[in-house]
């Protein structure tokens, strides 16, 4: 039986269904979760589905999640966890309280969990998994559903720019295209820029700074945050500031977070980063990571394991 049908099955067998995804969510948790929701709804009217976690103000335009009130309401559900590689990293620890525990992923799968679990890495995000299972089980894909996934698919590959791409990607896409949403639209909304943001950016360049060994790192602090009155979690917009640059082959971003700590995210343009935000606690894809330290001397630690990465890999 293929992975669509025993996923399909599944959700046919539960009365209520809760999908989950990572904290601090991006456009592909968003997609994956909330286009599922919205294709279960869709397909299966009298099922009771919520998504739960953390909104995000900037992700406002793909959907909103649902408040999470209590423990008690995962008894007796299918619990679905999208994108999201590690359980420490699930955004509502109560992910086994559920009769039926589901996994859809495409990070390295590090540490396996769930009852039943898809994980793939060649795909571009995990609402393109999701995309993929919606037209493989023929179902009747929404507008709505089709723009939130949509999203999460540009989000994780760049809008089709980063490694990963394949012939699926754009079936999928086509696919979702096809519902007739207003493409033109969800990009005018998903790359407006304000111009604080565009001053921060040029701010955070000019202060860049880059080791003898190639691995490039900006510092957002909270000094800058606060100049630019840029929210909390706005902070991962600058990840990929010194993607491109000639003489730069791992480039990290420290970005301040609310409670004090540091967001850090790991950018290479081939050399595998994922291990060294696993040393740090945290996680992610062979070329896009990230994890979160204490302070920045740790951060200068993780400046020079990059640089001995370069020097390992020559
Ligand atoms: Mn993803």
């Not at 998504?51 to 559900?77: M, Q, R, S």
Request: hydrophobic letters at 40%; a negative charge.
């Amino acid at each position: 039986m293929t992975i669509y049908k025993q996923i399909k099955e599944v959700i046919e067998k539960y009365d209520k269904i809760i999908i989950l995804r990572h904290i601090v969510p991006d456009g592909d948790a968003y997609g994956s979760q909330l286009g599922l929701k919205e294709l279960i709804k869709t397909n299966y009217p009298n099922k009771e589905v919520y998504a739960f976690g953390e909104e995000i103000g900037y992700l406002k335009h793909a959907g909103t999640p649902d408040v999470f009130t209590d423990e008690a309401i995962f008894k007796d559900a299918l619990v679905i966890v999208t994108d999201c590689g590690n359980v420490e990293r699930i955004d509502n620890q109560n992910y086994d309280k559920g009769a039926f525990l589901l996994k859809i992923d495409h990070h390295p799968d590090a540490t396996p969990y769930g009852d039943l679990s898809w994980v793939d890495v060649n795909y571009t995000s995990a609402s393109e998994m999701v995309g993929d299972l919606a037209v493989n089980n023929n179902w009747e894909i929404t507008p709505v559903a089709a723009r939130v996934i949509y999203h999460g698919i540009c989000t994780d590959s760049g809008r089709f720019l980063f490694g990963g791409i394949t012939p699926r990607t754009f079936e999928v896409c086509a696919r979702l295209i096809e519902t007739g949403f207003d493409v033109f639209e969800m990009y005018k909304t998903m790359y407006k820029r304000s111009f604080p943001v565009l001053a921060l950016q040029s701010e955070l360049i000019a202060s860049a700074k880059v080791t003898d060994h190639k691995v490039g790192y900006v510092i957002l602090t909270d000094e800058l945050m606060k100049k630019y009155n840029l929210s909390y979690d706005e902070n991962g917009k600058f990840s990929n500031l010194l993607k491109d640059i000639e003489g730069i082959d791992i480039w990290i971003t420290f970005s301040i977070r609310e409670d004090g700590k540091w967001r850090v995210e790991f950018r290479s343009n081939g050399i595998a980063v994922n291990e060294l935000a696993v040393k740090w606690g945290g996680g992610g894809h062979k070329m896009a990571a990230g994890a979160i330290i204490n302070n920045l001397d740790e951060a200068m630690q993780i400046v020079e394991d990059a640089n001995q990465i370069i020097i390992d890999n020559e």
